[in-house]
């Protein structure tokens, strides 16, 4: 059996797609070839290509590999200026290829290859950020005396693993693998096994940019086994997560009853985006409806999907939504350029996002626009962007997080109203404000529970500032220098220079 296969992407262009498990500079089978997987094309339901899977003895096999590439003078020796560079050629060789990078994810995920080359870039941008790091990652130093010294080291932890979710593949990778790298640390990489193919497709380029051998290392496989895998694994360092809040819970349960290794858990959301009377009308609802609702088939984790608007402005908002709604998100094939919002991922994401369009209907939700599948005999995995209006609090749709599009638009009167609704979830990852006071905007900032608030604008992400929720949408950051922390331990170092006992 072969470790890679022929694929012809849309435009035609044909690749060499890796499709087994990357360790030890070379692409290997698992111990059992026969088990396989299928990555589809969400725009029709078709098999791209067949994954062999990893099963627990091969993360077994994939985790010593990775702990001697950690322990091995090669790396351990490797100046931190040097780390840097590895990474900065690591980004030159993604940007040759970046249009390959782009089409091939936006074959596996579904979505429109403009964006996927906007997340191509994001991947690029992230690792030259943490190149830049690699040797600014400094511990303090403490006179504390003519006797005594001290000072922290900040180390590498050691083997970290990365599980990744289904919608920002190689982007999601580069937030992990990149501030690992930086701070000296080697990584096995888990992609989902909807998305497994781009994360696949950069190994080889560890090898050109100059990396030894197993400091990357991938698994294509599934959640139940090779994550559970690695989760519980002893020799396991780091688990940094990015999923939804169910599996999240069991991989801190994993950790656990394991090795109680270091976890970051990025989690799902349920934000508010909050339109006050006083808000620019025609920006509030672009961000809203473009970025903070519909981006990337609204399988966004900090998507405001639950918006609420002040009485004064409400009408005027609910129209000038369904007229972006209807004239900005385009529905159809990730390939053709007038597209906005492409497939949902899978059949069953499909079928999830429908029901809770019924859902949401049965509770008594109005249906400002949308609300329908595909239309019959269509292929993929195509919903209608669906927008409720006059949503009540204790409605489904309020509460659950549906990763798809389906956004809920809501009346409130006062700001402590809207305050106690907004932070009435049990997630806290992102929240919008949309006011032109000052006062206002800053008592929201402060009251709003979640890792993330933007002022006037939503669905926003920069390289430089923190990522991550509070409550169940999971702990640590990413990005910024905050990621620094997750990828390292200080050491204390107590130097006595005269104290004798
Ligand atoms: P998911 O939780 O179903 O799967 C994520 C990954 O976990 C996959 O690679 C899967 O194989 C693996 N997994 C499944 N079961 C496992 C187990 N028992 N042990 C270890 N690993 C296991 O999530 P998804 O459907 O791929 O992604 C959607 C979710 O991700 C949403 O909830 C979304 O909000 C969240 N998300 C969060 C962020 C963030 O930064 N907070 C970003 C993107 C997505």
């Known amino acids: 059996m072969a470790t890679s296969s022929s694929i012809t992407l849309p435009s035609g262009l044909k690749i060499d797609q890796p499709t087994s498990l990357f360790y030890n500079a070379s692409f290997h089978l698992p111990l059992d070839p026969t088990s396989t997987f299928p990555t589809v094309n969400p725009a029709t339901g078709k098999e791209i290509v067949t994954l062999n899977e990893a099963k627990k003895e091969d993360v077994d096999l994939i985790v010593q590999a990775a702990r001697k590439a950690y322990e091995s003078d090669e790396w351990q020796d490797l100046s931190s200026t040097d780390r840097g560079k590895l990474l900065f050629k690591l980004a030159d060789l993604v940007e040759e290829d970046k249009h390959i990078f782009a089409e091939l994810e936006s074959y596996d995920a579904g979505k429109t290859v403009a964006s996927a080359i906007l997340d191509v870039e994001e991947a690029i941008g992230v690792i030259r950020y943490y190149a830049g790091w690699a040797d600014k990652i400094v511990g303090e130093s403490h006179r504390m005396g003519p006797d005594k010294h001290g000072e922290t080291l900040h180390e590498p932890l050691g083997v970290c693993a990365a599980i990744l979710p289904f919608n920002y593949p190689l982007a999601l990778a580069c937030w992990k693998l990149a501030p690992a790298l930086a701070c000296g640390n080697v990584i096995v990489v888990l992609p989902s096994p909807e998305t497994p193919l781009s994360v696949l497709y950069l190994a080889p380029y560890f090898e050109k940019a100059g990396f030894p051998a197993s400091v990357y290392n991938v698994l294509p496989g599934k959640g139940m086994e090779a994550g559970a895998a690695l989760s519980s694994h002893l020799d396991v360092d780091k688990i940094s997560f990015t999923g939804s809040t169910a599996t999240g819970r069991k991989i801190m349960e994993a950790s656990a009853k394991s090795n109680l290794k270091s976890v970051t858990l990025e989690l799902g959301g349920k934000s508010p985006a909050i339109v006050f009377d006083d808000a620019e009308l025609d920006q509030a609802v672009k961000w809203t409806c473009l970025y903070g609702m519909f981006l990337n088939q609204s399988q966004v984790c900090s998507s ?131 006011t032109e006071n000052i006062r206002t905007a800053h008592r929201m900032v402060r009251k709003l529970n979640a890792g993330m608030v933007f002022v006037n604008s939503s669905g926003d992400a920069s390289l430089q500032l923190p990522f991550g929720g509070n409550k169940s949408s999971g702990f640590g950051r990413e990005l910024g220098s905050y990621a620094l922390h997750c990828y390292t331990q200080p050491k204390a170092v107590h130097w006595n220079l005269n104290q004798r006992v």
């Not at 497939?343 to 008594?364: M, N, R, W, Y």
């Not at 292929?379 to 749709?397: A, H, K, R, S």
């Not at 798809?404 to 106690?420: D, N, Q, Y």
């Open 304 to 434: 405001t999907t639950r918006i609420y608007v002040q009485d004064g402005i409400y009408d005027a908002f609910v129209a000038a939504f369904k007229e972006a709604t209807l004239s900005s998100i385009i529905v159809g094939s990730p390939n053709d350029e007038s597209t906005f919002h492409g497939p949902l991922i899978s059949k069953a994401q499909h079928t999830k996002v429908l029901d809770f369009i019924e859902t949401g209907k049965k509770e008594g939700a109005k249906v400002l626009v949308g609300g329908e599948g595909a239309k019959e005999g269509e292929e993929g995995f195509y919903v209608q962007p669906t927008v409720f209006v006059d949503c009540e609090p204790e409605m489904t749709l309020m509460n659950e997080e549906i990763f798809g599009p389906v956004c809920c638009i809501a009346k409130f009167s006062t700001i402590e109203e809207v305050l106690r609704k907004a932070n009435d979830t049990q997630y806290g990852l992102a929240a919008a404000v949309f």
